[in-house]
């Protein structure tokens, strides 16, 4: 694995406006959805981003697509800054970043064929080569993404296709620009859980045969533990813990990562552990909390998780978590 | 590929069953037509003449002229148990015998009132309903669709509150009271108002008719299609608006696509889908339905000959027009089942 950085992600945050608090009241209040992550991503590595659902990992997939623009922070891109760029600036960079959704019964236009889906990117970013050439490209495009034959598939519309041939073939829609990065916002969740793997296996396979580095945002730590590199824990819109996979899963400092690890079930029944159950609920990202913004819900806060909001503190060379129980 | 054949065989069988249902249909329409106005009180041959002076043999003899002195029909003694009607008379010289014999033949008999062949007339009246309709669905639906698309892309703003209150209002109004109103707008503004032409036009050249034809018809055609924009816009909005929150269009930005292609590819061929059911159920309806505004403004089309047959009991004419009337519906009614299998993969495998 090169050590070359790909993407940088420096303070990012991005909050969105919430209404008035009253109806005569003059501030605006704001959904805090990202709020100050820093990341990075380096060449066909795959980066694992876990959380649960409102944590803002899928704002933050918008935010590194440049589909939603961010409030603060910086984004570059092979050391080309990308925080702000217009529709033709971005274009470039569009090619190298592509995108997985979540609902491949949603994010496939049912009126267009496999084959239409797959050259739309080409065409849009204004492939010059022959026609031949085109239908080569999308045939292997079809064919990495594990559509074999393609000719079975492409004329097809994609009402006939199974959830997981429609994954792969937003997968092939993607690796037809040959992306340096795919960010795959829970690729998996509505899919059958056997089919699971076999999607995940792909993107495994692809970072290896065409050094693809992936993102892959899921809130299911379980299937992380499989192909990522390194994984990224964020709560309430900030990353609280960060190291590589054995890091996090084996050894994890944060209270929350624990409380999240300590829930996978485990395959052997007489294996029992202490399960950390959190209370309450998870804080309104309207009305943060004072200091660390988990203490509400920390079992082992203390008195100064109240006052003070702790940063990422490095424990080992590649391990990070922000906990103001781990300052020594 | 395999699939090919048995996928045309089963679309062509597909379009049989729609056809026979269609024509069982249109039977079903004749008979019941037939007697429907047939229960209608009011005798036919007074109801055109209003003449006291009528005699008892004069009105006898109009009987006997349009066949009217003839039963309507037999008794069907074998079905008909209780012995209603007549049963002596042969079932072949009966009203409706000779009404379905006709028909067969292509012949649709004789206006009472106006002793011309009705097939003649109604396709006169049917030109100039479908001038009038033509015209304002064409409007409509460019301007429907046009502000449908405004609204959902400036979806939540004051223009697209602005444009959904003017078209809700567009749709609710009565079509004959929006009629009135633009009837005395336009008579203050020295505007044709009654008619299809002016009268000793027939003569002019051919262009300054077709002017006088279209100045005729701005009143009328004003009506139809504020009245249809509302629908096809407030279609067009909502259709919009769901198609373009779906994940293959935020994939299309992703992919690098402008708006201009994300709205031309992906959102409006997708958006058209419902829109194009209700057109074509529209085009049928509206046939029918454009009464109103052809009473209103006294454009001589088939809704305008319907009510007039009606108040004078006019059988032929108004059984004529009825079945034109449910011919249109069935057969926009396949049409757009038609384009909808077209126009949508999804429901071409079903």
């Known amino acids: 694995m090169s050590q070359q950085t790909l993407l940088e992600v420096r303070g990012l945050k991005k909050y969105f406006e919430a209404g008035r608090p009253g109806f005569f009241s003059r501030t605006v209040r704001h959904v805090h959805a990202v709020d100050g992550v820093d990341l990075n991503l380096r060449k066909s590595e795959v980066l694992a981003l876990v959380g649960e659902s409102g944590c803002g990992k899928s704002t933050l997939s918008l935010l590194l697509m440049g589909l939603e623009d961010p409030t603060e922070g910086m984004i570059t891109y092979d050391g080309q800054n990308i925080t702000h760029l217009n529709d033709n600036e971005r274009k470039s960079v569009r090619r190298k970043i592509q995108m997985v959704f979540q609902d491949p019964y949603e994010s496939l236009n049912p009126t267009q064929t496999i084959e239409e889906i797959v050259t739309e990117p080409l065409v849009v970013h204004g492939f010059d080569g022959s026609h031949a050439e085109r239908g080569e490209k999308v045939k292997k495009a079809l064919e990495d993404a594990g559509l074999r034959p393609a000719e079975v598939y492409m004329k097809r519309h994609p009402h006939e296709l199974s959830g997981g041939q429609r994954q792969r073939v937003v997968i092939a829609g993607a690796l037809v620009l040959d992306p340096e990065i795919i960010l795959a916002d829970e690729p998996v969740s509505m899919l059958d859980v056997s089919i699971r793997a076999e999607i995940i296996n792909l993107l495994a396979e692809l970072r290896i045969t065409r050094q693809i580095a992936v993102i892959f945002i899921t809130h299911d ?18 990353i609280v813990e960060i190291g590589t996979m054995l890091d996090v899963l ?15 079930p485990v395959p052997n029944p007489r294996m029992r552990r202490e399960r950390i159950i959190l209370q309450g609920e998870t804080p309104n990202p309207i009305d ?18 109240k006052a003070s909001d702790p940063a990422l503190i490095p424990l080992t060379k590649t391990h990070q978590a922000a906990c103001l129980l781990l300052v020594k | 590929m395999e699939g090919i054949k048995g996928y045309i065989l089963k ?11 269609s024509l069982f249909t249109i039977l079903f329409v004749i008979i019941l037509n037939f007697f429907l106005f047939r229960i209608l009180p009011g005798d036919p041959a007074r109801a055109g003449v209003r003449d006291p002076r009528l005699t008892k043999e004069n009105i006898e003899a109009i009987r006997v002229r349009y066949g009217l002195d003839k039963p309507i029909i037999n008794c069907f003694e074998s079905l008909n148990p209780i012995k209603i009607g007549s049963c002596t008379v042969n079932p072949l010289d009966t009203q409706f015998f000779i009404y379905m014999g006709n028909l067969l033949q292509g012949d649709m008999m004789i206006s009472f009132h106006t002793n011309q062949p009705v097939a003649e007339m109604l396709s006169e009246r049917l030109w100039n309903t479908i001038v009038l309709i033509g015209a304002g669905q064409l409007l409509a639906i460019i301007f429907g669709v046009l502000f449908g698309m405004f609204s959902a892309w400036k979806a939540r703003t004051a223009i697209d509150y ?16 929006l009629g009135i109103i633009l009837l005395f707008w336009g008579s203050n503004n020295g505007m044709p108002i009654a008619g299809m032409s002016t009268p000793g036009m027939s003569s002019a050249p051919l262009l300054t008719r077709w002017g006088d034809i279209a100045q005729h018809m701005f009143l009328p055609t004003l009506t139809y299609t504020i009245v249809y924009m509302g629908e096809y816009m407030l279609i067009m909005r909502s259709s919009l608006l769901d198609v373009l929150s779906e994940d293959y269009i935020l994939t299309a930005k992703a992919k690098g696509l402008s708006v201009f292609q994300i709205l031309k590819d992906h959102a409006i061929t997708n958006a058209m889908l419902p829109l194009v059911t209700i057109i074509a159920i529209n085009l049928g309806f509206t046939v029918g339905g454009v009464i109103q505004i052809e009473t209103v403004f006294s454009w001589p089309g088939l809704g305008m000959t319907t009510v007039e047959a009606l108040n004078r009991r006019d059988f032929p004419v108004l059984q004529g027009a009825f079945l034109l009337i449910a011919v249109t519906v069935i057969l926009s009614n396949l049409l757009a089942d038609l384009a909808y299998s077209y126009l949508d993969p999804r429901v071409k495998t079903e």
């Open chain 1, 221 to 238: 730590l379980g299937s992380v533990g499989f192909f990522a590199d390194r994984v990224a824990v964020m709560y309430l819109g900030r």
């Open chain 1, 250 to 264: 084996e050894r994890p400092q944060h209270p929350y990562t624990k409380a999240l690890l300590s829930v996978i």
């Open chain 1, 288 to 305: 943060l909390p004072t200091g660390c913004r988990f203490h509400p819900r920390c079992p082992v806060a203390i008195a100064t998780c």
């Open chain 2, 11 to 21: 679309r062509w069988q597909y379009l049989l069953k729609k056809i026979t249902w």
């Open chain 2, 162 to 177: 602005g444009s959904l209150t003017l078209s809700l209002v567009a749709w609710s109004i009565p079509t004959f009271w």
